[in-house]
């Protein structure tokens, strides 16, 4: 099994900053891909912003400017910073991470539990 534990959610004002954190943890052989999506009530969810092992990113247009995805290798974990927040920014935060398994090498695709970011004044 893979773990994802996310951090850094809450509320803050338009155009304040938040950073959100996601580790991964169990029986992981490699990631080959980290990524945030999020949910907005009544709307799908959808992706925000991935980046390879390689460092390879991409952002949905939206966000583009504003958030900065990074991750650390090492420690599996990856980061998203969000700067500029708009109140249509408001959302759960998912974590994403896939890669293979150390016992069989097989394939994972695992989520974290989410964290509610909230931009109001």
């Known amino acids: 099994q893979v773990q994802l534990v996310e951090s850094g959610g809450g509320l803050v004002q338009p155009g304040g900053s938040l950073r959100l954190s996601c580790a991964a943890s169990?029986?992981?052989?490699?990631?080959?891909?980290m990524g945030w999506y999020r949910q907005a009530p009544g709307k799908q969810r959808e992706l925000v912003a991935r980046?390879?092992?390689?460092?390879?990113?991409n952002y949905v247009d939206s966000v583009k400017g504003r958030f900065t995805i990074s991750r650390d290798n090492a420690k599996n974990t990856v980061f998203l910073q969000m700067n500029s927040l708009k109140p249509e920014d408001t959302a759960v935060y998912y974590c994403?991470?896939?890669?293979?398994?150390?016992?069989?090498?097989?394939?994972?695709?695992?989520w974290g539990q989410g964290t509610q970011v909230t931009v109001s004044s």
């Open positions: 980046i390879t092992s390689g460092g390879i990113t």
């Open positions: 994403n991470a896939e890669g293979r398994y150390s016992s069989s090498f097989s394939q994972f695709s695992s």
């Open positions: 169990g029986s992981i052989f490699s990631i080959n891909a």
